[in-house]
């Protein structure tokens, strides 16, 4: 990842015509924010009111999410570190809901298993996809200007 990258703490990214501002806390690390980002862009095509770090009023604040018109999350992302018992939750409270989770070079067999599991126990009539994003995300898929330049085939993306 460039050394720019890496001090920055506000990022001005764009997909097609829309502009996504974020800021770096300094509890997050940076892969963190590019994966937000990057899930925003991946199903921005699909989910075109997707918003990122938006608090919908749940236990969990999603960090990519689109609401339909009663409030109610049609897509979930998470970004990075998300633990059982959070899939579970997520999972059983909102089986209408289009899940995904994504990963930066990380081995996805684990959290494949897990969501196998725990979608034997809950029925669900949409997607979960959980993405592995690589190492070189950064200088691949962001220009110079800011501008995200992804598709899901640059990625490991498994749909369960």
């Given at each position: 990842?460039?050394?720019?990258?890496?001090?920055?703490?506000?990022?001005?990214?764009?997909?097609?015509?829309?502009?996504?501002?974020?800021?770096?806390?300094?509890?997050?690390?940076?892969?963190?924010?590019?994966?937000?980002?990057?899930?925003?862009?991946?199903?921005?095509?699909?989910?075109?009111?997707?918003?990122?770090?938006?608090?919908?009023?749940?236990?969990?604040k999603p960090d990519v999410v689109s609401l339909d018109e009663t409030g109610r999350p049609r897509f979930w992302g998470e970004a990075g570190k998300v633990n059982r018992g959070k899939i579970e939750s997520l999972?059983?409270?909102?089986?209408?809901?289009?899940?995904?989770?994504?990963?930066?070079?990380?081995?996805?067999?684990?959290?494949?298993?897990?969501?196998?599991?725990?979608?034997?126990?809950?029925?669900?009539?949409?997607?979960?996809?959980?993405?592995?994003?690589?190492?070189?995300?950064?200088?691949?898929?962001?220009?110079?200007?800011?501008?995200?330049?992804?598709?899901?085939?640059?990625?490991?993306?498994?749909?369960?």
């Amino acid at each position: 990842m460039s050394t720019d990258l890496l001090l920055r703490r506000k990022f001005t990214l764009r997909f097609g015509d829309q502009k996504l501002v974020l800021q770096k806390r300094s509890i997050e690390g940076i892969e963190h924010v590019l994966m937000k980002a990057f899930l925003w862009a991946l199903y921005l095509p699909e989910y075109e009111n997707i918003i990122v770090e938006y608090n919908i009023g749940d236990r969990y604040k999603p960090d990519v999410v689109s609401l339909d018109e009663t409030g109610r999350p049609r897509f979930w992302g998470e970004a990075g570190k998300v633990n059982r018992g959070k899939i579970e939750s997520l999972v059983r409270r909102y089986p209408q809901t289009h899940i995904a989770i994504a990963k930066w070079s990380t081995r996805l067999t684990p959290y494949i298993e897990i969501v196998e599991e725990i979608m034997t126990k809950h029925k669900r009539a949409v997607p979960f996809d959980l993405l592995n994003f690589p190492a070189d995300s950064a200088e691949r898929f962001i220009g110079k200007s800011g501008e995200i330049n992804i598709v899901r085939e640059d990625l490991e993306v498994v749909q369960v």
